[in-house]
């Protein structure tokens, strides 16, 4: 792994070279605090080049570029960042609601202070003789109201899968809680967690988030002052992590709207402030997605109101903003993943084709990442 360069404060540079890239960002943080005796908390910033250089926030390991600059953020809970005028604290950058994509191994939560207790008394027990624990209705609440609000992080409308992974991670991680008699163990968390959700879901809607407010009308004969239902509007899919963010605390869709028109005037300029417009259409994301799922506006009207997502860096950033996988090196890796079959298709349509004298041969080339494109002589 190629050497990172840290930035601790504006005139102190410090390098440090990385034998292996890093399991997780947890893990270079924890090698950077040794490295250099750090004693604060803080987190990662790195100067992505897809952005011309600007700071993202580092919350995938993957996402960092095999030599980076990083820069470390003191915390702002942390005491000693507030102890004296000469430190700065950078603002953290602005990300969607959601930073994660549903994960491989379901993490099941802690829970209330009381039902952890419960639940390492019954595991101890359920060891020795094998018995199961029986709850009260408001620890089963707080288990479910805490998975549920898990859940949602990740995804508003999980499926029937996801919601099975999560019903066996709890049983797996607390055995007391398996059902006696069912061939699964935990068939009946299942059920409750899916009306769980959809109580959930219907509690964030009256309180006005828009992700699951636009698909809950319910206005009929008997209630014709209520919201029509929204039956042409879908739900999220599996890719999109932020599918309809709420406004940003603080704007509303008239402030919004001047940022837009700000960034039509910066496009059009010919030295345009690439800073700028990546930190407009950040701001105003939420307002993109409500025209795309609420006005169901065209695809060319959309590029003319937001010509930014004609630039290449745009395209990237919101495709990250909506998803969370960096564009390039998802196709890139996809890419790689297929030259082989492509190869070999390619050699055996040229043998067809072609005498034996004329061979098309196809060959990637490689730069220090990944494959750019594939060469055809």
Not at 78 to 107: G, K, N
Not at 128 to 135: I, S
Not at 182 to 210: D, E, I, P, V
């Amino acid at each position: 792994f190629a050497s990172q360069q840290f930035i601790l404060n504006q005139p102190i540079a410090l390098k440090m070279t990385l034998a292996s890239c890093p399991e997780s960002v947890t893990e270079l943080e924890k090698m950077t605090k040794e490295k250099f005796k750090i004693d604060f908390d803080f987190c990662l910033s790195y100067e992505d080049p897809d952005f011309d250089g600007q700071l993202c926030s580092l919350i995938d390991i993957e996402e960092l570029p095999q030599k980076a600059v990083l820069k470390l953020v003191r915390s702002q809970s942390d005491a000693s960042s507030i102890a004296s005028d000469d430190t700065i604290i950078l603002p953290h950058a602005m990300t969607p609601e959601r930073t994660q994509r549903w994960p491989d191994v379901c993490p099941v939560p802690a829970f209330s202070y009381e039902v952890e207790l419960i639940l390492v008394e019954g595991n101890l027990n359920h060891e020795r003789t094998g018995k199961t624990l029986k709850l009260s209705r408001g620890q089963k609440h707080d288990i479910l109201e805490t998975l549920a609000s898990k859940m949602h992080s990740f995804k508003a409308y999980p499926s029937d899968k996801d919601i099975s992974v999560v019903a066996e991670a709890l049983v797996t991680t607390h055995p007391c809680l398996k059902e006696p008699g069912t061939q699964t163990g935990w068939y009946g968390w299942k059920n409750s967690l899916k009306f769980k959700m959809g109580n959930f879901c219907t509690k964030l809607s009256r309180a006005g988030y828009s992700e699951v407010a636009v698909n809950s009308g319910k206005r009929s004969r008997n209630n014709p002052d209520k919201q029509s239902p929204h039956t042409d509007i879908k739900r999220p899919k599996r890719a999109e992590v932020n599918f309809l963010p709420n406004f940003p605390k603080g704007e509303d869709g008239s402030s919004l709207e001047r940022q837009r028109l700000q960034i039509v005037d910066e496009v059009i300029r010919t030295d345009k402030n690439l800073p700028l417009i990546a930190k407009l259409m950040q701001t105003t994301f939420s307002l993109r997605r409500k025209e795309v799922i609420n006005d169901d506006l065209p695809v060319g009207e959309i590029l003319e109101r937001w010509p930014a997502l004609k630039m290449e860096s745009q395209i990237c950033a919101e495709f990250h903003r909506i998803t969370n996988i960096n564009l390039k090196n998802h196709f890139y890796s996809e890419l790689d993943r297929h030259v082989p079959r492509l190869q070999s298709l390619f050699r055996k349509k040229a043998a067809l084709d072609y005498p034996s004298s004329c061979m098309i041969i196809i060959e990637p080339c490689w730069n220090s990442l990944s494959s750019d494109y594939i060469r055809a002589k």
